[in-house]
């Protein structure tokens, strides 16, 4: 399944892991945005539900399991190439999640994974929004749960 220049959006999830004052961040190892930092995710498979393309995805790109909390965010990613033509179309769908056992280990799309002090987030070559996005889920995260997503409806 080719990316680029799609005929269609792709719909992705990416999930945001906080322990302590740090966020889990890789470093990506595909296009697009190649050897920039963001959180790790990836594409929903046909017949898959976000909450389950979410575990899967982290558990192949970071080796680790998860537990989807609520999602923080659905952003548009249209990334169109010199000549204005869209090269890559995504549809995200960003979700605070928890995961407290285990050590991150890049594998599949990650070139390298880290948990990050929220403090030293600027210093990193981030994808678009992705600060903005973790800010948000950090506040999220001290509320009093809203259910947003719900796969059961």
Same mark, same amino acid.
């Given at each position: 399944?080719?990316r680029?220049?799609p005929?269609? @959006?792709? &719909? ?10 740090? &966020?889990l ?6 296009a697009?945005a ?5 959180i ?10 976000l909450e389950d393309a979410v575990?899967?995805e ?6 680790l399991d998860? /537990? ?6 659905v952003?548009?990613?249209?990334? /169109? ?9 995504y549809?995200?769908h ?7 056992q285990g050590? @991150?280990?890049p594998? =599949?799309?990650?070139?390298?994974? =880290?948990?990050?002090?929220?403090d030293?987030l600027?210093s990193?070559?981030?994808t678009?929004? =992705?600060? /903005? ?6 506040e999220?995260?001290k509320e /009093? @749960?809203v259910?947003?997503?719900? @796969?059961? &409806?």
């Amino acid at each position: 399944m080719d990316r680029r220049y799609p005929d269609r @959006p792709f &719909v992705g999830v990416g999930a945001i892991i906080f322990r302590g004052d740090e &966020v889990l961040l890789i470093r990506r190892g595909t296009a697009p945005a190649l050897g920039k930092w963001s959180i790790p995710g990836g594409l929903v498979e046909l017949g898959e539900s976000l909450e389950d393309a979410v575990r899967r995805e982290i558990l192949e790109e970071v080796a680790l399991d998860v /537990k989807v909390l609520d999602l923080v965010a659905v952003l548009d990613r249209v990334i /169109k190439d010199q000549e204005g033509r869209i090269e890559y179309h995504y549809i995200l769908h960003d979700f605070l999640c928890e995961s407290t056992q285990g050590e @991150p280990l890049p594998a =599949t799309d990650a070139e390298e994974c =880290t948990f990050v002090r929220l403090d030293r987030l600027s210093s990193y070559d981030l994808t678009r929004g =992705t600060e /903005k996005i973790i800010r948000r889920a950090l506040e999220r995260s001290k509320e /009093k @749960p809203v259910q947003v997503y719900n @796969p059961t &409806v």
